[in-house]
Nanobody, 126 residues
Framework: QVQLAESGGGSVQAGDSLRLSCAASGHTFIAYVMAWFRQAPGKEREFVASISWSGSMTYYSDSVKGRFTISRDNAKNTGYLQMNILRPEDTAVYYC???????????????????WGQGTQVTVSS
């Protein structure tokens, strides 16, 4: 199985950018669909973005489309989430997730993913 570890979170001002990384170990990263989720205090974990094994297909939630970009470097066993034009409502713990199953756009529920990182905090102040 794969182990995931996020990094890159922090505290920024509205309008700033951050890039999150998700380092994978323990198994061949390319075999996994990868996604990012986030969870704000008192709210359910929500889907942010997903990417296919090769990186050729991506899907975003409406709330981040046009501002966030998901990518992966399979040679480095690392996934990324570039977050631009951050807003206070983007404040949350961000989680990297992986799944051995097929990639499809409707794969947006937490239960669709088998493996999770520990999360990294992103705080955006106005």
């Amino acid at each position: 199985q794969v182990q995931l570890a996020e990094s890159g979170g922090g505290s920024v001002q509205a309008g700033d950018s951050l890039r999150l990384s998700c380092a994978a170990s323990g198994h061949t990263f390319i075999a996994y669909v990868m996604a990012w989720f986030r969870q704000a205090p008192g709210k359910e974990r929500e889907f942010v973005a997903s990417i296919s094994w090769s990186g050729s297909m991506t899907y975003y939630s409406d709330s981040v489309k046009g501002r966030f970009t998901i990518s992966r470097d399979n040679a480095k066993n690392t996934g990324y989430l570039q977050m631009n034009i951050l807003r206070p409502e983007d404040t949350a713990v961000y989680y990297c997730a992986a799944s051995r199953g097929a990639y499809y756009e409707s794969k947006i529920a937490p239960r669709d993913y088998n493996y999770w990182g520990q999360g990294t905090q992103v705080t955006v102040s106005s």
